[in-house]
């Protein structure tokens, strides 16, 4: 009777030690993508024109490729780890957000901002039709060459679901002409005979990464550095409405929601991830003063981890996604980003802001 009563106790721990082991993958996956970021941070230091967000998916698309995907981005849950690091990153980031610098520094520049942004997100989704390029590449592309680069990209891909060579590409992409636009930028202006101003001015809504913003400035002068990184500043603030807005289009974006039939709340709840909702209250916080001091740790912090899910990004592409995309995003690219050029110019030599 008392053998029935009592069944042995170790067979109680078996669960924990399966589920222990099941997560192991998981964090040798986030090790693997922290290694490749601290790399490419390295890397990053040495060569600012490029950056740690390029180098991170090059490192990680090399990898994949050399030693295969099953190995790699499939054992190693890598795909959860882009996830959950995009979206983390993107919440900090707005951490570091002020929405009353847009009121205080930027006002000057929004109108102009209004008509660039307006003009370099109309071109992708209604040229890229014609090029073959997928709807998704083309927002992706719109929005990392109107507004920050890679860190746009970023925050729109989770709203959009985008595949992960379909960011990796649309990086690369905004990538190549951010190496355009510190060569040829100052060039073009001094050709121009641009006001210190009116290049800052310029360059702050036409150029599209942080660091080639600053990069190509700041070749043109100390004064254009420091009214071209105001500009930017406003214009990366403007990822909040611009991410919402993107995710209350979606089911006009989208075949797979336009045949949903939901009301609008059940629509906002469905495309407006939860992560969005946390990175307007972070930015809500930071503008109210509650981040602090803090800020420019979370500034770093964020861009870390932004880093990291780029690496992971890389982890989970293939080099046939990116030839069997063509030429057609290249070439978007380039449009994209001579709209926004000519069109900034345009409106600054009207106004008289040149």
Same mark, same amino acid.
């Given at each position: 009777m008392n053998e029935t009563a009592h069944p042995p106790a170790p067979a109680r721990a078996a669960p924990v030690r399966?589920?222990?082991?099941?997560?192991?993958?998981l964090i040798a996956g986030v090790a693997v993508c922290v290694v490749i970021a601290l790399v490419a941070e390295a890397a990053g230091r040495l060569l600012p024109v490029i950056g740690a967000p390029i180098i991170a998916i090059v490192i990680g698309v090399a990898i994949t490729n050399l030693v295969g995907h099953a190995p790699v981005a499939g054992r190693l849950r890598i795909k959860e780890v882009s996830g959950f690091a995009l979206r983390a990153g993107i919440v900090i980031l707005g951490a570091t957000l002020n929405l009353g610098d847009v009121a205080h520094t930027g006002a000057n520049s929004l109108p102009l901002l209004a008509l660039t942004l307006t003009l370099g997100l109309a071109f992708p989704l209604l040229v890229g039709r014609s090029l073959g390029v997928d709807w998704r590449m083309r927002c992706l592309i719109g929005m990392g060459t109107t507004i920050c680069g890679a860190s746009a990209i970023a925050a729109l891909a989770p709203v959009l679901r985008a595949k992960t060579e379909e960011i990796a590409y649309s990086i690369s992409v905004i990538f190549f002409f951010n190496m355009l636009a510190v060569i040829i930028f100052p060039w073009f202006g001094h050709m121009l005979h641009l006001s210190d101003t009116g290049f800052g001015l310029w360059s702050g809504t036409a150029v599209n990464d942080t660091s080639a913003v600053v990069a190509a400035a700041f070749a043109y002068s100390p004064e254009a550095g420091a009214y071209a990184t105001i500009?930017? &500043?406003t214009r990366t603030t403007l990822i909040i409405p611009l991410v919402l807005g993107f995710g209350l289009l979606m089911p006009w974006l989208d075949p797979e929601h336009r045949a949903e039939k939901t009301n609008l709340l059940g629509r906002i709840g469905k495309v407006i991830p939860w992560f969005?909702? &946390?990175?307007v209250l972070a930015s809500?916080?930071?503008? %109210?003063? %509650?981040?602090g001091p803090a800020a420019p740790t979370l500034q770093l912090l964020a861009r870390f981890v932004l880093v990291v899910a %780029?690496?992971?990004v890389g982890l989970q592409a293939h080099w046939r996604a990116f030839a069997g995309a063509g030429f057609g995003p290249l070439l978007l690219g380039l449009g994209t980003w001579a709209v926004v050029a000519v069109s900034s110019l345009v409106v600054q030599a009207w106004t008289a802001q040149l």
């Open positions: 399966a589920a222990s082991t099941s997560n192991r993958p500009v930017k &500043l969005i909702g &946390l990175f809500l916080a930071n503008t %109210l003063g %509650l981040v %780029l690496a992971a």
